[in-house]
């Protein structure tokens, strides 16, 4: 249903140095009691085995096979000599309405009913929120790209990176992006960090991002009642 978290993946587990099955097993655990599904992250060269457990309990892995790619930068990134399409920050309801719109239509959601969207991608709330950021870019005065970002403890998460099909190739999503990192840096973030498509890598990283790794994603069906421990090996 309808959330505030900005993503899709509201359910998940990340290794932080436990044993692979000893922290697939917890997680089994903690989210069959809540009948809930799960999203396993693995980060590329350091949770084989952990990859391994998902794959043998027949998970399905998110595309891109071969990863999301992980970037970060330090500080703004630099300005176009020409400044750029006009942006707007997102700051009214109806400006978080037109991004969730512009969300929708690149995941192919456009005529998806409102609650829909809403259940699927985000809340409008979530772009408002204490501590989040948005942008829009414009193009002959309506919205036709966007970006946002969650900003804590001095790092900046750049979410939801989106252009209309119409507006592609024309620089109004990068021109979210810059005034985007430039305002988290002004609200205190010293890092700002996102998860790239393999088709948007390039460009982000001729912005000034630099990847720092992959991670991939395995998602774990629901499971009914106390989950079944993990045997050593299995």
Known sequence: GEHRYPGPYCN???SLGAPAGQALREAREFFAARRRGFVVWTLDGAD????RLCRASGWTQRPPLEGMPILVCEGPLAR??????AVKRIVTDADADAYLGLVALAYGMGDAPVELQRAVLFS???VTADGAIG???LSEGCPAAGAMAVVADGVACVLWIVTTPQAEGRGLAGAALRALVEAA???GASLACLQASQQGLSRWTAMGFEQIGS?????A????GRATALQPGA
């Open 80 to 85: 176009q000599r020409d400044g750029g399409p």
């Open 12 to 14: 998940g587990m990340l």
């Open 185 to 187: 840096c002004e609200q």
């Open 221 to 224: 069906p629901p499971m009914i």
């Open 215 to 219: 991670y991939r994603r395995f998602v």
């Open 48 to 51: 084989a085995e952990l990859e």
């Open 135 to 137: 942008f829009l870019a």
């Open 124 to 126: 409008p709330a979530a």
